[in-house]
Structure formats: C-alpha cells, structure tokens
C-alpha cells in the first residue's frame, strides 16, 4: 500500500480555493456514493481509496491510483470523517446552446451566494428533470466542494 506523498496532500487541500480549481480545471469529489456518481461521466486525474473500496470497485478507469490507509486519507481529505475514497476529476466545459433553452425547461441561478444552498438547488433541478442550469458570473462555483 503506497502513502499519499506530502506534495499530494497539499495540493489536495489546494483545491478547497476556487482560484486553484479554475486553474488546474480540476475539481475534488470524496465519498463513495459521489465518487462514484461521478466515474464514467467525467475523466478521472486521481483517485485515493481503501483496499476495501478497491476491492469493492475494480477496473476504476483514472489516470491515477493509489490505495491507502484510512490514517493518510483522513489526512488528505477536506471532511470532518473522510470515507474511503477521494477522486480529482477534470472540470467540464460547457457553452451556452440557445437551442437548448428554447426547447426545454431551464433554471437561470443570480447571484446564488451559500455553497450548500447552491447544491441543495441543483439536486431539485436534477430530481424534476431540469437538465440546464445557467449561473451568472456571481454564483458561488458550483465546484466548491461544500456545493
């Protein structure tokens, strides 16, 4: 079992800053249940996770992977009680289609400020079928890890 290096946990916990999310076009997901979502629909830089996630997840497709102890990813994670697995995955990019907005229902977020109020909003947008949500400029990054 390989440890996470000291340089990679501090870039880990570089990625709480959303100056360093924009420019590395990174984002940081932890625990399986969002991990997890999250394989398959966005490319994968690095994943740290316990033997027993691995064993559980075989064939994870990611440009990196390193199994750890629960001690080193509770040292690299972002959350109070980390859980076992934590994955960078690159950012999305994304342009406005103004097909898309005429022919579906969308939602236009202004100025969305709180982080967890962001995410609470885009699981209702998923939950009613809402496929595009537009933010202005001022919205909180939908990348912050609170989100």
């Known amino acids: ?27 940081l997901a932890e625990g399986p249940k969002l991990v997890g979502d999250l394989l398959g ?8 996770a316990t033997s027993s996630w691995f064993q559980e997840h075989p064939g994870i497709d990611a440009s990196e992977l390193v199994e750890v102890s629960q001690e080193d990813l509770s040292r690299a994670s972002l959350l109070k009680t980390p859980q076992q697995v934590l994955a960078i995955f690159e950012q999305p990019q994304y342009t406005l289609d103004p097909e898309a907005v005429r022919s579906s229902l969308c939602l236009a977020l202004d100025d969305v400020q709180d982080p967890g109020n ?10 009613f079928g809402i496929e595009h949500i537009i933010c202005s400029q001022n919205t909180v990054d939908v990348y912050n890890p609170k989100t």
């Open 41 to 48: 629909h966005f490319p994968c830089r690095f994943l740290a």
């Open 1 to 27: 079992m390989a440890s996470l290096s000291k340089n990679k946990i501090k870039y880990i916990h570089s990625l709480e800053l959303k100056k360093i999310r924009k420019e590395e076009r990174v984002f």
């Open 118 to 127: 962001l995410g609470t909003i885009i699981r209702l947008a998923d939950w």
